[in-house]
């Protein structure tokens, strides 16, 4: 069986274009540093954000409804950073962008040393922040001898 490495690319819908571009380019593009291009695909206009790792592509939604995070589909997105001090970074920055990003704190419920920072994109979607945990960095490192 092949393995799978990694997550290549997700795509958003999002309600409006210019709006969510301007969101994005702040969070994706200066805070975290992804790069962007543009692209047309069946005529209808597309942005792409990706780093070394995947790509996240912004294209316009076909209905026009609130993304609901308890309903069938996605709940939210998380990105992963390295560290906690990461975490306390992104989250202060991105409240002095003017995103209402809630303060970076430890989720002990999640695990012991689990930081995070949420946040919603202009359509709803919920969005985090979080460290690269030990218990993630043991089974990325340790994949081949864990049960």
Same mark, same amino acid.
């Given at each position: 069986?092949?393995?799978?490495?990694?997550?290549?690319?997700?795509?958003?819908?999002?309600?409006?274009?210019? &709006?969510?571009?301007?969101?994005? %380019? =702040?969070?994706?593009?200066?805070?975290?540093?992804? &790069?962007?291009?543009?692209?047309?695909?069946?005529? %209808?206009?597309? @942005? #792409? +954000? +990706?780093?070394? *790792?995947?790509?996240?592509?912004?294209?316009?939604?076909?209905?026009?409804?609130?993304?609901?995070? +308890?309903?069938?589909?996605?709940?939210?997105?998380? =990105?992963?950073?390295?560290?906690?001090?990461? @975490? @306390?970074?992104? !989250?202060?920055?991105? *409240?002095?962008?003017?995103? #209402? !990003?809630?303060? !970076? #704190?430890?989720?002990? $419920? +999640?695990?012991?040393?689990?930081?995070?920072?949420?946040?919603?994109?202009?359509?709803?979607?919920?969005? $985090?922040?979080?460290?690269?945990?030990? $218990?993630?960095?043991? &089974?990325?490192? *340790?994949?081949?001898? =864990?049960?």
């Amino acid at each position: 069986m092949p393995e799978v490495i990694g997550i290549d690319h997700i795509y958003f819908s999002v309600s409006d274009m210019t &709006r969510s571009e301007a969101f994005y %380019d =702040l969070v994706l593009g200066e805070m975290l540093g992804f &790069r962007k291009n543009r692209f047309s695909l069946n005529g %209808d206009a597309h @942005v #792409q +954000y +990706y780093n070394r *790792q995947f790509g996240i592509v912004l294209r316009p939604a076909r209905v026009t409804q609130a993304h609901e995070p +308890y309903a069938p589909g996605l709940h939210h997105f998380c =990105l992963r950073v390295d560290s906690v001090a990461d @975490v @306390v970074a992104t !989250a202060d920055a991105l *409240q002095a962008l003017g995103v #209402q !990003a809630t303060p !970076a #704190q430890c989720w002990p $419920e +999640y695990a012991s040393d689990y930081w995070a920072t949420y946040f919603t994109d202009p359509d709803g979607l919920r969005l $985090e922040v979080t460290n690269f945990r030990q $218990e993630r960095r043991e &089974r990325m490192q *340790q994949w081949d001898t =864990l049960a």
